[in-house]
Each structure stands twice: as C-alpha cells, then as structure tokens.
C-alpha cells in the first residue's frame, strides 16, 4: 500500500473481511495501530471453525475483528471476562457493527468451543414458523408437519445458541422462551415430553430494549433474564482510528479475491473514509472498498463514496482535529510497509521471537510463521556493534544493534 499500515495474517490465501456479520473464511488480523509505520502493530487471530492457534496470544478466539481502537479493546475485555462463564450475554449495537462475530468470539474462547454454535436471525422467521425454529415440533403437529423437526435449542445442546435480533421475537413468544432460559427445558410442539438442556444463549439486537420494555412492547422479566452481562458494540463512526487498518486489510482480500494489484491508495481517498460517517458502519467500508477494487484502475484505489457523501471535500479539516488518529502516507511498497512493522516488533522485543514478550506474541503470530516471514522479506538476527557501549551510550537500543540483511 501507499501508507504505513499493513494487516498480515497467517493464511493470506485465507482471509476474511474485518468486523462484520458478512463471513469470508478463516484466519484474520486484529488489533494493530493505524498511527504510523514505526508504531504499527499486527495481530492475528485463528478461526475456531477451522483452525485455532496453538500458541497463547493475546487474542485466541477472536476471528475477523480488526482494529485497537479504545472503545474495541474494552470490548473484547469484556468478551475476555464473560466467556469463560455460562452467563447469557446480551449484545447491543448498530446494523453493521459486527455482533455475530462477538457472539463467535465468545463462544470459541469458552469451554463449549468443542460443540455446536447455533444461530438463528428472530427477525427473518414468520411468526408462525418462528416457535417450531426454536423447539422444534413433532411429526402431524400442525398442518404441513409431515416430518419431526428438531428446533434450535435442541441442536445448540452443550453448545452456545446465538440469538441475532431478539428484539424482535413476538410478545407472544416471549414467555416460552423466558421458560427454557430460566429452566434450560422446553417441549416440541405436539409432545408432551419435557426435554432437558444444556446450552449458553448469547442475543443481540440493535433496538433499545430497556425502552421497549417501557413501552411495553418487550417483556421485562425476559429483558432482565438476558440482559445478565451487556456488551455494546461501538459504532464505525467512534472508532475511526480503526478506519485506516480496516481499509488496508479489505483491499488486501478484494483484490486478492479479484486478481488486482492494489499498490496505492491516495491520501485524499483515505482522508475521506476517516471522515465519513459510516452509517453502515464496517459492513459498509466493506462493501464500498469492494466496488472500489472493481472500479481500480492501474492499481489505484478510486473514492468510491458519493460526492453526496463526501463530507471533507470542501474545507476538510485535518484528521488530527477530528480524531486522534493521524494518517501519514507513504511511497513505500506493500512488502516495505510490512517489513517495517516486523522490524519495529522485533526492535520493540528486544530482537526476541519467541516466549511470551517476543515479537512473534506480540504480533499474533506462531514463531515458526513470523521466522518464514522474516526469510521471505529478507531479515535476520542482528549481530551486535561491539564499538557501542550500550551502559554508557544514551542512543537507542537499535542504534547499537546492526541488522544484517539476506
């Protein structure tokens, strides 16, 4: 890319597209800056679906979260704290902000992580079709029950069941399922027999169900069964520091999907996308970057918000002014830019790869992948200058350690 940050992952053959409810495959990064090349970090996280890292970073279990802005790190302390427990966890946030893959994370990082993770969207399901999805019903139960059906519950057993947009399951309804979250039994419907469970709900919702409890339109004993450990997910728009990884991690998976070579991305694009609003927030940056790799040309990434939208293009402000967050691009290559960030690591590190401070930990990587990055971008260990006494020469630490080059 044109600009300092860069987003490695250890399959980069493999990717999947940043904080958002749209899945694209495996393994990501997550956590690093989008300050500057010299003070970047990456981070890589394994899909518990298909393959989780061995090694003991700080993010094991998180799949497709891109970022560090503040307002993410609290979340996935949350996350962090609340897994490990049975408790039902409520998720609260804007359409797009990527509440499918909280639910993920804290199931792959929970001790069910061995068993199934069941999702189901309240608001796609009829009605009348909705209480059958979720226990399941007998053969001849209703017309057109030809067959018996295991619902939802029953599937999730000893696993987690995501409820996505809980907000808008029927009032109706609603006692029923306050029963098997209280009593962890239910029965099909057209039986009799009581069926024990054992399943961890997790719900989201981008409605305001305290006031919709107010306005009766929720039941409040169901509120509070679910609202036992709330996690609220920040919108695009309060983590723009995030905005710039983000943008250098779908070009890198659209392109690659698209066969494209994306080699520059201008300032002026990219001072666009921080100033935007996002009201789709990262499902929209994605879905925007990817009509932007289409439309590329010469390896170019074209602005592809609207003029209509485009909030900076007169008079903008510096970046700085808005948000902390400021964007120095640079004519560095791509494999420039990564190299320097695994230089800066490894600077940070002390030069150590493995352990639990080295630079391979402190990347999210394994030690063997960040070696065979080192050798394909053409780093070695450093070999000590002897002239330099580092007790009594006030230079930095990599200002008496020479690093030689393959």
């Given at each position: 890319?044109?600009?300092?940050n860069?987003?490695?992952s250890?399959?980069?053959?493999d990717a999947?597209a940043?904080?958002t409810e749209?899945?694209?495959?495996?393994?990501?990064p997550?956590?690093?800056?989008?300050?500057?090349?010299?003070?970047?970090?990456?981070?890589?996280v394994?899909?518990g679906g298909?393959?989780a890292?061995?090694?003991?970073?700080?993010n094991d279990?998180?799949?497709?979260i891109?970022?560090?802005?503040?307002?993410l790190r609290?979340?996935?302390d949350l996350?962090r704290?609340v897994?490990?427990?049975?408790?039902?966890v409520?998720?609260?946030?804007?359409?797009?902000t990527?509440k499918?893959l909280i639910?993920?994370?804290i199931h792959?990082i929970s001790?069910?992580?061995?068993?199934?993770?069941?999702k189901?969207?309240?608001?796609a399901?009829?009605?009348?079709?909705?209480?059958s999805?979720?226990?399941?019903h007998e053969?001849g139960?209703?017309?057109?029950?030809?067959a018996?059906k295991?619902?939802r519950f029953e599937m999730a057993?000893?696993g987690?069941?995501?409820?996505d947009?809980?907000?808008?399951i029927?009032?109706a309804?609603q006692?029923k399922?306050?029963?098997?979250?209280?009593e962890?039994?239910f029965?099909?419907l057209g039986?009799?027999r009581?069926h024990?469970i054992?399943?961890r709900?997790v719900?989201?919702?981008h409605?305001?169900l305290?006031?919709?409890?107010?306005r009766?339109e929720f039941?409040?004993?169901?509120?509070?069964?679910?609202?036992v450990?709330?996690?609220?997910?920040p919108?695009?728009?309060e983590?723009?520091e995030?905005?710039?990884l983000?943008v250098?991690h779908?070009?890198?998976?659209?392109?690659?999907?698209m066969?494209?070579?994306?080699?520059h991305?201008?300032?002026?694009?990219?001072?666009?996308?921080i100033?935007?609003s996002?009201?789709?927030?990262?499902?929209e940056?994605?879905?925007l970057?990817e009509?932007?790799v289409i439309r590329?040309n010469h390896?170019?990434?074209p602005?592809?918000?609207?003029?209509s939208?485009?909030?900076?293009a007169?008079n903008p402000?510096p970046v700085?002014?808005?948000?902390?967050l400021?964007?120095t691009?640079?004519?560095?290559t791509?494999?420039?830019?990564?190299?320097a960030?695994?230089?800066q690591s490894l600077?940070?590190?002390?030069?150590?790869?493995?352990g639990?401070?080295?630079?391979?930990?402190?990347?999210?990587l394994?030690?063997?992948?960040?070696?065979?990055?080192?050798k394909?971008?053409?780093?070695?260990r450093?070999?000590?200058?002897?002239?330099?006494?580092?007790l009594?020469d006030n230079?930095?630490?990599?200002?008496?350690?020479q690093?030689?080059?393959?």
């Open positions: 890319m044109a600009w300092g860069v987003v490695l250890e399959n980069q053959n999947e940043g904080v749209r899945r694209y495959g495996a393994e990501i997550t956590c690093a800056t989008a300050e500057s090349t010299s003070s970047a970090r990456l981070s890589t394994a899909s298909r393959q890292m061995k090694g003991k970073t700080a279990g998180f799949e497709s891109v970022g560090q802005s503040v307002s609290i979340v996935l996350v704290t897994a490990p427990t049975d408790s039902t409520l998720i609260e946030g804007e359409t797009g990527g499918e639910a993920r994370a792959n001790s069910r992580s061995g068993h199934p993770f069941v189901l969207n309240c608001a399901i009829p009605f009348d079709l909705l209480e999805e979720l226990f399941g053969k139960a209703f017309t057109g029950a030809f018996q295991i619902g057993d000893k987690t069941l995501f409820l947009e809980i907000g808008d029927p009032l309804l006692p399922l306050l029963r098997v979250l209280q962890q039994e029965e099909r039986s009799g009581t024990r054992n399943v709900v719900a989201a919702t409605r305001d305290a006031e919709m409890v107010r009766k039941r409040s004993d169901l509120y509070y069964r679910l609202n450990f709330p996690v609220v997910l919108p695009l728009r983590r723009r995030d905005i710039a983000l250098s779908f070009v890198e998976v659209f392109s690659r999907r066969g494209k070579q994306i080699n991305v201008p300032e002026e694009t990219l001072t666009a996308f100033s935007y996002w009201p789709g927030n990262v499902r940056l994605q879905n970057i009509r932007a590329s390896g170019v990434l602005n592809p918000l609207p003029k939208d485009m909030n900076v007169i402000l700085s002014d808005k948000n902390p400021t964007v691009p640079s004519q560095d791509f494999k420039d830019s990564t190299r960030l695994i230089l600077r940070d590190a002390g030069w150590v790869i493995g639990s401070d080295g630079a391979a930990a402190r990347l999210g394994k030690r063997t992948t960040l070696i065979a990055k080192m394909k971008l053409g780093i070695s450093p070999v000590r200058n002897n002239n330099v006494n580092p009594t230079r930095k630490s990599e200002q008496w350690w690093l030689t080059t393959e």
